[in-house]
């Protein structure tokens, strides 16, 4: 399986990092070692210090798919989650500055947080579900699917352009604004409206 992943889909956040507004969304995959697994803490990798966290609201793929439409494209999933696109933000910086590919910024082991999952059917509206990140117990990011510049259903009509979508593939859907460092000792909980979905560790 794999995780596709969408940069920039939240003005807050582009502004944030003084990107430009994209006119189309940014994609890239992590590959599913980046998994962090079950229960582990988040250890913060020797080559970055400047880790930050990114939530995120996520989408389980339940269908094979390749060019979906944006009209159909609810029937390729029946869950929704939330995770971290954990980033090495120096080396991100590096890498944009030589026009390089992310990964080794994004995808090394134990980047991609995937919380529980709940069914889709527990929201009355996918595009106005709020979502949460406390670190320490203090809400460091918040954010609403309404705020997406594309939302769920084309975000998969762009992204099956380019890859087949496979059953248990993840969509991560861009982080809202709030990304910072995380330190050793950190606990990162994240909460779809009032459910913790996730609760890690930093080491
Ligand atoms: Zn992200």
Request: net charge positive; aromatic share 12%; glycine share 6%.
């Amino acid at each position: 399986m794999k995780l596709i992943c969408i940069g920039r889909n939240y003005t807050d956040h582009i502004k944030e990092l003084e990107n430009e507004k994209p006119t189309d969304p940014v994609v890239f995959l992590k590959p599913d070692t980046a998994i962090l697994l079950k229960k582990q803490p988040f250890f913060i990798p020797e080559f970055s210090n400047d880790v930050h966290h990114e939530v995120e609201v996520l989408v389980k793929i339940n269908r094979v798919g390749k060019y979906i439409d944006k009209k159909f494209a609810h029937k390729y999933y029946k869950e929704i989650g939330l995770g971290i696109d954990f980033t090495a933000r120096d080396l991100q910086t590096q890498l944009k500055a030589k026009g390089l590919p992310w990964e080794k910024a994004k995808s090394f082991d134990g980047a991609a947080v995937i919380g529980s999952w709940l069914p889709k059917t527990a929201f009355q509206d996918l595009n106005n579900i709020n979502f949460s990140l406390k670190k320490n117990n203090q809400v460091v990011q918040q954010g609403n699917t309404s705020l997406m510049l594309w939302k769920i259903d084309e975000i998969i009509e762009y992204v099956s352009k380019y890859f087949t979508l496979k059953i248990g593939d993840v969509i991560f859907t861009g982080t809202p604004a709030g990304v910072s460092k995380v330190f050793a000792n950190d606990k990162l909980k994240g909460y779809l409206e009032d459910k913790e979905l996730f609760s890690i560790t930093v080491k």
